[in-house]
């Protein structure tokens, strides 16, 4: 098991930015992102796997960069054009390579996931 903390969350106005960090107290294959915006289902956001892939879900894609580092265990969201619609609890998440998912783990999907952070609030004001 891998406990994760995230931190960095806040209140922006649009077209600002924010750079979430989560620590993990060890090293796991998969790590993402996801976020629940108010009243919605939880979604994928972004995914690191270990050997540097990334993806990233169409409605960050070009504003949102997901990043590690290695040596500390942190993984980070890095956040710029930040729109009203980016209102959510970010959470982050872990699991480990041989665990099958189903479908595989692009698109990312909550059940696939076994570890996850306490989430970290971010607002977003037109």
């Known amino acids: 098991q891998v406990q994760l903390a995230e931190s960095g969350g806040g209140s922006v106005q649009a077209g600002g930015s924010l750079r979430l960090s989560c620590a993990a107290s060890?090293?796991?294959?998969?790590m993402a992102w996801f976020r629940q915006p108010p009243g919605k289902e939880r979604e994928g956001v972004a995914l690191l796997v270990s050997n540097g892939n990334t993806n990233y879900a169409d409605s960050v894609k070009g504003r949102f960069t997901i990043s590690k580092d290695t040596a500390k265990n942190i993984l980070y969201l890095e956040m710029n054009s930040l729109k009203p619609d980016d209102t959510a609890m970010y959470y982050c998440?872990?699991?480990?390579?041989?665990?099958?998912?189903?479908?595989?783990?692009?698109?990312?999907?909550?059940?696939?996931?076994?570890?996850w952070g306490q989430g970290t609030q971010v607002t977003v004001s037109a």
């Open positions: 998440a872990a699991q480990n390579r041989f665990v099958l998912c189903s479908g595989g783990f692009w698109p990312l999907k909550p059940p696939c996931f076994g570890d």
């Open positions: 060890r090293y796991a294959y998969y």
